[in-house]
C-alpha cells in the first residue's frame, strides 16, 4: 500500500489563525492561540500520523512589517520555512478582503521555487455571507493563480476532513520521517513557555501583549509526579507590570490559573506553577535580551 509523508509549511499574516488550524489538523493543542497578533514567535512542528501517511506541518510567525528586532526576527523565522518543503499552505482570511501585508506575501511566494506546490486556504468561512465568499475566493486566487484553493473555519472544524485528504494526495510518496507517537518538535518546558504568554495574551489589555515575554527559569520533575514550573514574565516598562501583576496580584495569580490548566492538560499531570514579573526595557530590541528567549535573529 502506498504511504505519503509531506512537510507543509503554514505562513500568512497574523492573526489568521494558523496556529488554530494547526491544532485542528493535529486533533489536539499543541500551539499557544489566542485573539492577538503575534502569538507564535517561533517555528514549531506539528505531526500527524495516519494509517497510510504522516503530515509535518511547519507553524510560522506572521509576516509583517517590521518595527523593531523582534519582528525582524519573527519574519526571518517565517521565510526561512519555506526553503525544501513539499508544499506551501497559505492562509488567509475570508472575512476580510487582502491587505498589503497579503499582497507582499503573494509575491514573497512567487519567489520561492515553482517546483513547490503551493495551496491557498481561506479561513473564517463562517464569519463571511456565502453569497460574499465567491467574491472573497476570486480577490485571493488573482494573487496566487497558479494555487488549488481550498475553504475552511479551523475554529470551528468545518471543511478539516476535506483539506487533510487534499494534503495526503499532494504529499509525496515515502515512508514516514518521524516516530508515530512524536507529534511535536519542541520540548514540553518550551510549550509550557508559549502557554503562560498565551494566556498573558488572552487575559491583558491591548498595550501589554506585544511588549511581553516568558522565560522558563525552572522546569523540574517531583517525585510525587508533579511538575514543578518557575516563570518570569517580561515587560517593558514599570506601567506594565503593575497591569501583569494586577491590584493585590489578583491578574498574575488569574494568569497562572489559566496557564497550569493549560500546561495540565498538555502533560497530563499536575502542574505547581510559580511566576513573577520584571522589567526589561526595551528588550525587542536587544540583541542579547533576544538571545535569552530564544529570538536571536541569525547571521
Known sequence: MTHRSGFITIIGRPNVGKSTLLNALLGQKIAAVSPRPQTTRRRQLGILTLKDAQLIFVDTPGLHSAKHKLGEFLNQEAQEALDGVDLILWLV????????EDVSIANLLKGVARRTPRMLVLNKIDLIKPED???????YAAL???ASLMKVSASNRLGIGELLEALIQ?????EADYPEEQVTDLYER??????IREACLIKLRDEVPHGMAVRIDEFKERENGMAYIAATIFVERESQKGIVIGEGGKMLKSIGSAARKEIEEMGGRKVFL?????VSKDWRNDPNMLKQFGYGKKK
Open 274 to 278: 510559580e511566576l513573577r514579573v520584571k
Open 190 to 195: 518550551e510549550i509550557a513557555g508559549d502557554l
Open 133 to 139: 465568499l465567491s467574491t472573497r475566493e476570486s480577490e
Open 144 to 146: 496566487m493563480e497558479s
Open 93 to 100: 482570511e475570508a472575512s476580510s478582503a487582502p491587505t498589503e
Open 170 to 174: 499532494t504529499s509525496p510518496e515515502r
